[in-house]
């Protein structure tokens, strides 16, 4: 960090101060040049998230939009809220992660899919047969026969 005041860049810091409501980092920095004082605020650079809707149009991603699909879907199981937070957190985290900023909306479906088929089949279920438009009974058949077929392997 360079200092202020006489432009050198040998600083050290005498304390550190986090707030996490903020997510911003104070530190008090002590020249070791001219032994000035200074402080320095350290925030978290966010990255904006966009998804790639089916129709091509593009819109920021939304955590809590995502939280709401999946609560919709599963809402008569008896999901701990906490369990929902941590896979809503994880495909975040996942997104955060992606090589780019853009991501399809298809792509966060099947990561829905793939956490609820961890949590709750029923959920699973449920959430398949929205995304999936599912139309006839044969639909449901035939997203239960995958399931049965992976719980073999």
């Known amino acids: 960090m360079v200092c202020p005041y006489c432009q050198k860049n040998n600083t050290k810091v005498v304390d550190k101060r986090d707030n996490n409501e903020e997510g911003v980092t104070r530190r008090r920095r002590e020249c070791e040049e001219c032994g000035k004082r200074f402080t320095t ?5 966010t990255i904006n998230l966009y998804v790639i809707k089916r129709s091509g149009k593009i819109e ?6 995502l939280k709401r699909g999946i609560m919709r879907a599963v809402k008569k199981r008896q999901l701990p809220d906490a369990q929902i937070e941590e896979l809503v957190q994880n495909i975040e985290q996942t997104l955060l992660n992606h090589e780019s900023t853009e991501i399809k909306a298809q792509e966060i479906g099947e990561m829905v899919l793939e956490g609820l088929k961890q949590i ?3 959920g699973y279920l449920l959430f398949a047969s929205v995304y999936r438009d599912f139309q006839t009974i044969d639909d449901f058949k035939k997203a239960i026969k995958s399931l049965e077929k992976e719980y073999k392997e």
């Open 60 to 65: 920021e991603f939304d955590r809590e939009k």
């Open 120 to 122: 709750d089949d029923v």
């Open 41 to 45: 605020y350290e925030r978290i650079e």
